[in-house]
């Protein structure tokens, strides 16, 4: 049983998988709790989902559920495998898909909260904007978002629209739970988090250590308003390049840093998960690497790509690399900011 800080009195919960849902879905109240059962459920996709909250917090969020026209994840239908897998030098797989996106309403309106809620809760912003004189657009549009056009915000919204869509793939596709941290408390908005771009964990059992679980860290590197053939091979030089330093460096302090973030909000079970992964020489399990390159459709050159060599890159055997495509890239990032803004 565990007991509520508030009101101390007992809850259960059903183990399912703490990763099966994100920490933005969460933070957004995308879920209801079903207390006769002691369940905890989204209530968009039904699935259940193992997190522990406070009972008096569940029962006075509970009244506030916002409800969907369409899933968090539904963009990710867009986002489609095109079957050709290339090869490196060195003989590693590269798997190749297209973000076939569309003018869907409601599918852009899901991303949009989707996208938004990184950046802040729909259930905190007005707490966040009170004395700012704000209406939630202009806050949004003025100190949250990235800005549209000038410095470093264009290149840093191409650089979060990647590290989340990769985030998404990674959690919802691959099955890893993603935390969702990196882009609520920037100082500048913006300039880039600095760190491990996305990172999954995965156990069986959260209360049991085996040496199956997986630790699985992606770097992304994107560039969505370049045509030149040569960028899809850049891009991934590049990713691979910081994939290795992820490896060798910075794994350890982006794991202490989510952690801290966790013991702030007094979160009990994300702090168990990731410690569970601070120590390998002790506590062994699978590591994983991954590097990404996202980029426009007309910049695909597969014989340029399979030049890319990855040999150098310390944890080669347990590589996954990936290469996302599209149109019109830009147009849609500055889009999702846009109507996450408007309909906050």
């Known amino acids: 049983m565990n007991k509520c800080?508030?009101?101390n009195k007992e809850y259960a919960v059903k183990k399912s998988s703490i990763y099966a849902?994100?920490?933005?879905n969460y933070n957004s109240y995308d879920f209801y709790i079903k207390k006769d059962e002691k369940i905890n459920i989204?209530?968009?996709c039904s699935d259940e989902f193992y997190i522990i909250l406070d009972c008096c917090y569940l029962e006075r969020e509970e009244k506030n559920m916002s409800h969907h026209s369409s899933s968090p994840k539904s963009h990710l239908d867009w986002l489609q495998d095109t079957g050709k897998?290339?090869?490196t030098q060195d003989g590693i797989p590269i798997k190749v898909f297209e973000l076939k996106h569309t003018s869907d309403e409601a599918i852009l309106s899901s991303w949009a909260k989707h996208f938004r809620n990184h950046y802040c809760s729909d259930e905190l912003v007005d707490e966040y904007r009170d004395g700012t004189g704000m209406s939630r657009k202009d806050y949004l549009n003025n100190l949250v978002f990235p800005d549209r056009s000038t410095h470093t915000g264009p290149a840093t919204r191409s650089g979060d629209f990647g590290e989340i869509l990769i985030s998404d793939y990674v959690e919802y596709i691959l099955g890893y739970w993603v935390p969702r941290t990196r882009f609520s408390e920037r100082q500048n908005r913006s300039n880039p988090t600095q760190g491990v771009d996305v990172l999954g964990l995965k156990m069986?059992?959260?209360?049991?250590?085996s040496e199956t679980d997986e630790l699985l860290i992606y770097e992304v590197k994107g560039k969505l308003t370049a045509n030149a053939r040569d960028e899809s091979k850049k891009r991934l030089e590049i990713a691979i390049k910081d994939s290795a330093k992820d490896f060798n460096v910075r794994k350890a302090e982006s794991l202490n840093a989510l952690k801290r973030y966790y013991?702030?909000?007094q979160q009990r079970e994300q702090i168990n998960i990731i410690q569970r992964f601070q120590n390998p020489i002790d506590n062994p399990y699978i590591e994983l690497s991954g590097a990404s390159a996202i980029i426009l459709t007309s910049a695909i050159d597969d014989t340029l790509i399979s030049e890319v060599d990855?040999?150098?890159?310390?944890n080669?055997?347990?590589l996954q690399l990936i290469i996302i495509s599209g149109e019109n890239l830009m147009d849609l990032v500055h889009h999702l900011y846009e109507r996450g803004a408007n309909e906050a």
Not at 204 to 209: I, T
């Open 5 to 7: 800080d508030l009101c």
């Open 21 to 24: 849902y994100s920490e933005e």
């Open 42 to 44: 989204c209530h968009v």
């Open 85 to 87: 897998t290339l090869t």
């Open 204 to 209: 069986l059992d959260p209360y049991n250590k």
């Open 263 to 265: 013991m702030v909000r």
């Open 310 to 314: 990855a040999n150098e890159h310390p």
């Open 316 to 318: 080669k055997d347990n």
